[in-house]
């Protein structure tokens, strides 16, 4: 068998945003003839039946309890057999077990980071302590390694980490997610499900995990704000997601007396029909690396009013030409839903569509190949 161009280094395909990303790399460079194997730490997933066509699936075939520990070894095993040409660790903020195990194979490696590093504050301790420092190790070996380039999904995201580790931010390249607009559009034809509210009321959306991360919080108080100086605008808020945080918001929303403004829908496998039809998306998180469901409503042409937040929340709104974005206030998102109401927010078909040129497949596979050969140079 010939060497893998790329390998793909994940847990586990459990259908995450990240995942989705990585299998339509893998299935765009496969198209183009490269080898491309997808090693998972277990063949495992949600995901695991969207495998592209001519992509290898490896299964390392460690289980999840103690994974990290277990997975260096069997990867280790792999790499040595097969050492492709570039690995590509997906692991989240322990990347440094797959990097390990590629530098000491002696084998090429792209980086790329896709989450702020406000993210490694959040985990418990004392895993914390141990993310946060192998996280700063890890990036600092990184970007002195002869055969090593570090990627990010969003020059915010790029300028966070830069000043995480204290690394020159040119040494990180800014690799943009894809987003594939055709299957967007696939998915928001599909019948819209039963909506928790009689008549057509208008609604507006926010999409994401119930994690104190995404800000559900401040969106509720500022959806509570903005309903008792608007009584009459009949909008409705959904959230779809499901998340530890459900039963904290359940009870935020009873007492502020929006149990029928407010709904929370759980997981949505499917948040596209109700994107396409609502006024508007919402978005307080704290950081995003790229927030791929802000360029999914800029693919169906709805308005977004979101919340400063560290990593590529600005790049994906283009620097504010396509959305809103507010001071991180419980007043200021107020007064952003204000304006969203009122139809303040305008988007140009043409520049809208140049903006999001850039996150097409196309666009994603060559940026790729061009850093890979680079690589290979």
């Known amino acids: 068998m010939k060497r893998p161009d790329v390998a793909f280094v994940l847990p586990a395909l459990h259908g995450g945003g ?9 299935g765009g460079l496969a198209a183009k003839g490269f080898r491309v194997d997808m090693v998972l730490a277990k063949a495992e997933g949600a995901f695991l039946s969207h495998m592209p066509e001519g992509v290898g699936l490896v299964d390392l075939g460690v289980p999840r309890k103690l994974r990290l520990l277990r997975a260096y070894g069997a990867l280790r095993a792999y790499l040595q057999e097969r050492r492709p040409r570039v690995v590509v660790p997906v692991w ?124 559900f919080e401040l969106l509720i108080r500022a959806f509570a704000l903005f309903s008792r100086r608007y009584p009459d605008s009949r909008v409705h808020l959904l959230l779809l997601g499901e998340g530890p945080q459900r039963p904290r918001l359940e009870i935020l929303i009873r007492q502020l007396g929006l149990q029928d403004k407010v709904h929370l829908l759980g997981h949505v496998p499917n948040p596209y029909p109700y994107m396409r039809r609502a006024r508007g ?23 977004v009013v979101a919340t400063e937040a560290e990593g590529g929340l600005r790049e994906a709104l283009g620097n504010g030409s396509f959305g809103l974005v507010v001071p991180r206030t419980l007043e200021a998102l107020a007064e952003g839903m204000v304006r969203l109401w009122r139809g303040e927010i305008n988007l140009s078909a043409q520049a809208l569509a140049d903006h999001l040129a850039v996150y097409t497949l196309s666009a994603a596979v060559k940026a790729y190949t061009n850093l890979f050969e680079e690589i290979w140079s």
Do not use: M
């Open 281 to 303: 998306l919402l978005l307080a998180s704290r950081y995003e690396g790229l927030p791929t469901v802000v360029l999914e409503a800029l693919v169906l042409r709805v308005p």
């Open 18 to 26: 990240v995942e989705r990303v990585y299998l339509d790399l893998a």
């Open 92 to 215: 989240g903020y322990l990347d440094a077990v797959p990097l390990w195990a590629s530098w000491e194979n002696g084998l090429p490696v792209l980086w790329v980071l896709h989450n702020a590093p406000a993210y490694l504050r959040d985990l418990p301790l004392p895993k914390r302590q141990v993310a946060v420092w192998s996280a700063r190790w890890a990036l600092r070996r990184a970007a002195s390694h002869p055969r090593t380039r570090i990627g990010a999904v969003s020059q915010g995201v790029a300028r966070a980490f830069s000043l995480f580790a204290d690394i020159p931010e040119a040494s990180i390249k800014v690799l943009p997610n894809p987003i594939s607009s055709e299957r967007i559009h696939l998915l928001a034809n599909e019948s819209l499900p039963l909506l928790p509210f009689l008549g057509e009321d208008p609604y507006w959306v926010a999409v994401g995990r119930l994690h104190p991360q995404k800000g």
